[in-house]
């Protein structure tokens, strides 16, 4: 977008767009000043820092994400749809697991989907505190198992795999182990995990009752 010397006019929505075709796992301010054709300097006259733009297209991004409620569902089963939402979400979308973890929420969208999370479980007879600390923790354990699973991916390849095959291999009882575990996706193994982190939430914290914290007064 350079011509005859001159830099071609670009707005804000030009940088956020620019950004979310990159996405946040791969931003820089040097990335979107190669997208839109201009210089760094000329990107800081628009947002004034890296994290002011992570969080411009973070914002933009989360846009997307829709949650889907069922109000017959019981309160598990809704935490474990969220949490199942949260992960498909994030997991084609790289580094917004991330985002998510640094800070959450930071504008708009984050506070949309906190309301929603609110609103699903106040149906549940839930207060907004109780809701918002059954959300967070439902959703931190989520973007700790998706970053992970992202992590792996990336990091995976044969030789790899073969080493972590012949390292099993070589102990009886991992072998035992191993042979007594059904089959199974990456997706049913989350849904187990999910599915008791989110039965023991709710018996420690139902509908009702104050939130507290073990090791203090309450």
Aim: net charge neutral.
């Amino acid at each position: 977008m350079k011509t005859g010397g001159r830099t071609a006019a670009f707005t804000l929505r030009d940088v956020v767009r620019a950004g979310t075709r990159i996405g946040l796992a791969e931003l820089t301010v040097q990335g979107v000043a190669d997208a839109l054709g201009v210089t760094t300097a000329a990107v800081y006259r628009r947002v004034p820092s890296r994290s002011a733009l992570e969080s411009l297209v973070g914002e933009a991004i989360l846009e997307d994400l829709i949650l889907v409620d069922d109000p017959a569902e019981p309160t598990v089963a809704h935490l474990v749809g969220f949490a199942a939402q949260l992960r498909r979400f994030t997991l084609g979308r790289p580094g917004t697991a991330q985002y998510l973890q640094r800070l959450f929420p930071r504008g708009p969208s984050g506070i949309r989907l906190l309301e929603h999370q609110i609103t699903a479980l106040g149906r549940r007879g839930y207060d907004p505190a109780a809701a918002t600390v059954l959300s967070s923790a439902i959703a931190t354990i989520t973007l700790g198992v998706t970053v992970a699973e992202q992590e792996r991916a990336a990091h995976l390849d044969s030789e790899t795999t073969d080493e972590a095959l012949a390292a099993m291999a070589g102990s009886a009882l991992v072998r035992q182990a191993q042979a007594g575990i059904p089959a199974h996706t990456p997706e049913d193994f989350f849904v187990l995990m999910l599915t008791a982190a989110a039965e023991g939430l709710v018996a420690r914290l139902p509908p009702g009752r104050p939130i507290t914290v073990p090791g203090t007064a309450g």
